[in-house]
């Protein structure tokens, strides 16, 4: 890291991870202005206390990040992205913010202080202003039901390769080899659906899985979305838990299915049930690389019914 990048924030540096609210499902918040930085292209990026964004996260990014409106006096500007920003205790940035891709460690890295960095186009509002961020609401709602279908079809995927593998290896919260762990290089929430990409090389196939098993891949589709329907058809409770109220704690997607209760680390948003998504569908497609071979798996849901 050099030590020009980040923006001096002098004597008043980020001392608080933003209190995030988007893990109740808020998509509004009202919240002080603790820090304008100017960015590139004329944009300012502006951090508050507490906010209801939900922003991308930079080492995993995974679901994008909400977009909306900040509200301050009579004025208003649109907010384009949220992003992360991050500030290090010691050594010689201590003291600078960085933002987004130019945040250098893992969000929840010891010794920095992360927040959200909400971008704005027109002039900012001040320090110490009283704010509303406003997310729209129907884009939020798009990219939960992306994600819960994104962990739900991971799930699927783990259980119908379950045949795949000759010897034991981590499970995940369903008992399957957690095929979706050991072989994920990407993954990319969607308005009702996800874009997940696993590699197969040398490594996998040392684990003990088969490529093999990948030769049809419509048919272990075919598996994953009958497994799909019936949690769909089953419903089931979803929540966020989480240790603690700032944007750096640990969190947990929690799920009621059938079999049990799942819970996986999860930093995104979701629908609030399982019943909510009308259908959640799969399909894989099989490439071969350098290697070995690249498995993407698209996954799309319905529109979430208001009920
Ligand atoms: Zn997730």
């Not at 509002?125 to 406003?134: C, I």
């Not at 039901?145 to 699927?156: E, I, P, S």
């Not at 929540?239 to 209760?261: D, F, Q």
Request: proline share 7%; aromatic share 6%; with cysteine.
């Amino acid at each position: 890291m050099s030590p020009q990048s980040g923006t001096e924030l002098g004597s008043a540096a980020v001392r608080a991870d933003t209190e995030v609210l988007y893990p109740d499902g808020a998509t509004s918040s009202t919240g002080v202005v603790t820090h304008v930085v100017p960015l590139a292209d004329g944009e300012f990026g502006v951090v508050l206390d507490r906010t209801a964004f939900h922003p991308v996260d930079t080492a995993w990014p995974d679901q994008p990040s909400d977009a909306g409106v900040l509200r301050f006096g009579g004025e208003s500007a649109e907010i384009r992205r949220a992003v992360m920003g991050a500030v290090p205790a010691d050594g010689e940035s201590a003291g600078r913010l960085f933002v987004g891709e130019d945040v250098p460690v893992r969000t929840g890295t010891e010794g920095w202080t992360f927040c959200v960095v909400h971008v704005v186009d027109g002039p900012p509002p001040a320090v110490g202003d009283t704010v509303e961020a406003w997310a729209d609401p129907s884009l939020r709602a798009a990219l939960s039901a992306g994600h819960t279908a994104c962990h739900l079809a991971a799930l699927a995927l783990d259980a119908a390769l379950a045949g795949a593998w000759s010897k034991p290896v981590s499970e995940d919260p369903l008992g399957s080899p957690a095929f979706d762990a050991l072989a994920i290089q990407s993954s990319r929430i969607e308005p009702f659906g996800s874009v997940d990409v696993y590699r197969i090389g040398k490594s996998l196939r040392r684990k003990g899985f088969s490529v093999d098993a990948l030769d049809d891949p419509s048919g272990v589709a075919a598996r994953a979305n009958a497994r799909l329907a019936e949690w769909v058809a089953a419903g089931g409770a979803v929540r966020i838990e989480r240790e603690a109220s700032g944007i750096s704690a640990r969190r947990s997607w929690v799920c009621e299915l059938p079999e049990g209760r799942v819970e996986i680390p999860c930093g995104g948003t979701h629908v609030s049930d399982i019943a909510e998504l009308v259908g959640i569908e799969v399909t894989l497609e099989r490439t071969d690389v350098t290697g070995g071979v690249e498995l993407t798996m698209r996954t799309s849901t319905g529109p979430a019914s208001t009920r």
